[in-house]
């Protein structure tokens, strides 16, 4: 069985930094994406930063800049650096992957306290 399990969030000022990990485990087969997608209160999950097959990243504008998505394949790792962190940057954060499913973590809270 896949797992997700993310690390990571928390309670920062903003202009600070976090840094999220996921790691998946299991019996995962051939990764065709995985990153992070994020959810805040009253608001549709949107993408944040994804490394797709083959190996290119896609970033959402609104954090452009300022996040990086990067991974360790040993161990089917993937991470994002947030830095300049912001207010509305507060949601829940969740780590996604596509392989034979699309399977989901279960989801670390970060909070951009102004």
């Known amino acids: 069985q896949v797992q997700l399990v993310e690390s990571g969030g928390g309670l920062v000022q903003a202009g600070g930094s976090l840094r999220l990990s996921c790691a998946a485990s299991g019996t995962i087969g051939t990764i065709n994406a995985m990153g992070w997608h994020r959810q805040a209160p009253g608001k549709q999950r949107e993408l944040v930063a994804v490394f797709t097959r083959g190996g290119s990243t896609v970033y959402a504008d609104s954090v452009k800049g300022r996040f990086t998505i990067s991974r360790d394949n040993a161990k089917n790792t993937v991470y994002l650096q947030m830095n300049s962190l912001k207010p509305e940057d507060t949601s829940a954060y969740y780590c996604?992957?596509?392989?034979?499913?699309?399977?989901w973590g279960q989801g670390t809270q970060v909070n951009v306290s102004s």
């Open positions: 996604y992957m596509v392989a034979r499913n699309v399977y």
